[in-house]
């Protein structure tokens, strides 16, 4: 069965520390999306990554698709508290044509 | 521009009872999505509609759920009767292509 694994299920840091979320596929992924949720909010996307070994950023935020194509990590530089919220990963492992499946999330908390 | 649109956002209702979630997409957007939100088991596709179109609905839990799309801007998520297991966040999402999903911010039901 295709299988999404998210790592940790939670993490709580203080303000102004660096973390790091992953997200391991049990098959080659055709394109990975991450998505932040805010606490009793929807999702919001955050970015997408397609090609082995590709980089994103978007503010502080970097997430990074391995060359295989099937671990991603999401990198949070200097956090904040509005860093705060559950971050899921999505797959697409059916070259585009098939909806996403989700990771059950990382619960992160920024603490001052 | 306004984003897909849920309702009810909060409903308690009793066992037993009909439930009816509501969800207008993002207009222009062909594809329409049911994902329901647990603790237990994260963010699961319900059921997914092209052009109106019921794709798969092999997500669905059991035959007390059903959805429709009767036209490119309104769909509907019914449960009857509703269980306590039922208890969950419900989030419509559409998109253009059927990855890069825009969600709602969810209808957070409660069945006591």
């Known amino acids: 069965s295709q299988e999404l694994e998210q790592s940790p299920q939670s993490l709580i840091v203080q303000e102004g520390k660096n973390l790091t979320i992953n997200c391991t596929s049990s098959k080659t992924l055709y394109g990975l999306y991450w998505y932040k949720q805010k606490y009793g909010e929807g999702l919001i996307f955050l970015m997408m990554?397609?090609?082995g070994g590709e980089e994103k950023s978007h503010e502080k935020i970097t997430a990074k698709l391995d060359e295989k194509k099937q671990q991603s990590s999401l990198h949070i530089t200097a956090s904040q508290p509005s860093h705060a919220g559950i971050y899921l990963c999505?797959?697409?492992w059916g070259s585009g044509n098939t909806p996403l499946v989700f990771g059950k999330g990382t619960r992160l908390s920024v603490i001052a | 521009d306004a984003g897909v649109i849920q309702s009810p956002r909060h409903e308690v209702t009793e066992m037993g009872q009909e439930v009816t979630l509501r969800c207008k997409p993002i207009s222009g957007h062909d594809y329409l999505f049911w994902y329901r939100q647990t603790m237990m088991r994260g963010l699961e596709l319900l059921i997914y509609?092209?052009?109106?179109?019921?794709?798969?609905d092999s997500g669905m839990p059991e035959d007390r759920f059903s959805a429709k799309m009767p036209n490119a801007s309104f769909s509907t998520l019914k449960i009857q009767p509703s269980e306590p297991r039922d208890s969950a966040v419900y989030f419509c999402a559409s998109s253009e292509r059927v990855n890069t999903i825009y969600f709602g911010e969810g209808s957070w039901l409660t069945v006591v």
């Open positions: 509609f092209n052009n109106n179109v019921p794709i798969d």
């Open positions: 999505g797959a697409d």
């Open positions: 990554l397609q090609k």
